[in-house]
């Protein structure tokens, strides 16, 4: 069996790579694990997954909270913004088929902006949290 969050994370990429909204606002499927220097903008990253004990006395689970960031050097935060919503309603309560785990429910919990430190580069940090239990 694999681990959960890396389940989780691969599926979340084949379901932001895939989606038509998404790769509208991309221009390409442009969804990484580690970006590769020099990267063209937009793109998201897929960043901060943490698992936790989810199990009862009798069944298995596994809490997994996650960041989706998206990036973009667009005038102003507009862009980052459409892309988090792009994001948010690709993933918010949507049904992932993952290997080896069961999908119990997904969730957008909230979404923070940012401007870095370079002055052109903006960020909205979209978190969720997902519920899973292992395949039987």
Do not use: C
């Not at 084949?14 to 990484?32: E, F, H, I, K, P």
């Not at 960041?67 to 050097?73: D, F, I």
Request: proline share 2%; no cysteine.
């Amino acid at each position: 069996m694999s681990s959960a969050a890396w389940d989780l994370q691969q599926a979340v990429h084949t379901a932001l790579a895939g989606n038509a909204n998404v790769l509208a606002l991309l221009g390409s499927a442009r969804v990484y694990d580690d970006v590769p220097q020099g990267a063209a903008f937009p793109y998201l990253t897929l960043t901060g997954f943490t698992a936790r004990d989810w199990a009862t006395g009798t069944e298995l689970g596994a809490e997994i909270i996650f960041t989706v960031n998206a990036w973009s050097r667009g005038a102003g935060h507009k862009q980052a913004h459409l892309l988090a919503e792009a994001v948010r309603a690709a993933l918010h309560d949507a049904a992932l088929i993952l290997a080896s785990h069961h999908l119990v429910n997904l969730r957008h919990e909230t979404s923070s902006t940012h401007r870095e430190r370079d002055g052109d580069t903006y960020r909205v940090a979209a978190r969720f949290r997902a519920v899973l239990e292992p395949n039987a």
